[in-house]
T-cell receptor, first 115, second 110 residues
């Protein structure tokens, strides 16, 4: 059963701690994305990767870091430098032949709360 | 890159047609328009994509006028299960930018 998974669904951390959000896909997609969603707002792009071992900053990359060592995995680390980390984080994947035009498949999201 | 603007919310009744408009005044020549549906605490799901004129699939239609400064998602005969937030997305292959609108919350009543 192909899909994209994110874990955990809910995550609580103390202020000042780094935290890593998991994103895994078995759709054989080359491209993967991380978005942040705040209440009443649309999705904002944090990082994206079109191929293994390569990734690009999105619109709000400050305070975040990513890695893309495997095609299936694109973990996101929320560092202590991120000023307002509490949000709903969404991971997505797509084929890469048409770049950002391709349909994106989203995971169920991780709700991060920093106390 | 185009900034997208959508109405915050809309109400409808079951069986009616719903049209949700997205404004993207600064859309560039090579930008595409995509619409997604999102239920609470879930990831968005693709509905439809277009570049110009009209596109139709099994669940919706997308109307894009000649100047492409806006687009309208049309949902025929909505049901209660269509209650969700709908986002338009303008994407640019020239800059790799992906700009989501703030979303329109559609509430369908029986």
């Amino acid at each position: 059963d192909g899909g994209i998974t994110q874990s955990p669904k809910y995550l609580f951390r103390k202020e000042g701690q780094n935290v890593t959000l998991s994103c895994e896909q078995n759709l054989n997609h080359d491209a993967m994305y991380w978005y942040r969603q705040d209440p009443g707002q649309g999705l904002r792009l944090i990082y994206y990767s079109q191929i293994v071992n390569d990734f690009q900053k999105g619109d709000i990359a400050e305070g975040y870091s990513v890695s893309r060592e495997k095609k299936e995995s694109f973990p996101l680390t929320v560092t202590s430098a991120q000023k307002n980390p509490t949000a709903f984080y969404l991971c997505a994947s797509s084929i890469a032949d048409r770049g950002p035009y391709n349909e994106q498949f989203f995971g169920p999201g991780t709700r991060l709360t920093v106390l | 890159l185009a900034k997208t603007t959508q109405p915050i919310s809309m109400d409808s009744y079951e069986g009616q047609e719903v049209n949700i408009t997205c404004s993207h005044n600064n859309i560039a020549t090579n930008d595409y328009i995509t619409w997604y549906q999102q239920f609470p605490s879930q990831g968005p799901r693709f509905i439809i994509q277009g570049y110009k004129t009209k596109v139709t699939n099994e669940v919706a239609s997308l109307f894009i006028p000649a100047d492409r400064k806006s687009s309208t998602l049309s949902l025929p005969r909505v049901s209660l299960s269509d209650t969700a937030v709908y986002y338009c997305l303008v994407s640019s292959i020239d800059t790799d930018k992906l700009i989501f609108g703030t979303g329109t919350r559609l509430q369908v009543f029986p």
